[in-house]
């Protein structure tokens, strides 16, 4: 699955980003059995999941964003979004998209988009 993301950008403490994250050349039936996701990386930081969704919509969410964002997708426009409020200079990081087949477990990775909260 290949996955395109876009959105990222630079915001004030506070502020809300929508990030989007296409898979263009998946065809629907195969979007459908990804379970979707996006993941960051701070610097010097390891990866850490941020949230999840899978094919019927259930949601899994990392402590550290509860409350403050949200993640949905379009299963017939085969996209994935992530939309963040209340951001903090802690959330600064690079964003990837990620697709967990449950077919056969590959994970596919977008390139990632950087998100920069200024305090």
């Known amino acids: 699955v290949q996955l395109v993301e876009s959105g990222g950008g630079l915001v004030q403490a506070g502020g809300s980003l929508r990030l989007s994250c296409a898979a263009p050349?998946?065809?629907?039936?195969?979007?459908?059995?990804?379970?979707m996701g996006w993941f960051r990386q701070a610097p010097g930081k390891e990866r850490e999941l941020v949230a999840t969704?899978?094919?019927?919509?259930?949601?899994n969410y990392a402590e550290s964003v509860k409350g403050r964002f949200s993640i949905s997708r379009d299963n017939a426009k085969k996209k994935v979004y992530l939309q963040m409020n209340s951001l903090r200079p802690e959330d600064t990081a690079v964003y990837y998209c990620?697709?967990?087949?449950?077919?056969?477990?590959?994970?596919?990775w977008g390139l990632g988009t950087l998100v920069t909260v200024s305090s």
């Open positions: 050349r998946t065809i629907t039936s195969v979007f459908n059995l990804n379970t």
């Open positions: 990620n697709a967990h087949s449950v077919y056969d477990g590959r994970d596919s």
């Open positions: 969704i899978s094919s019927r919509g259930a949601t």
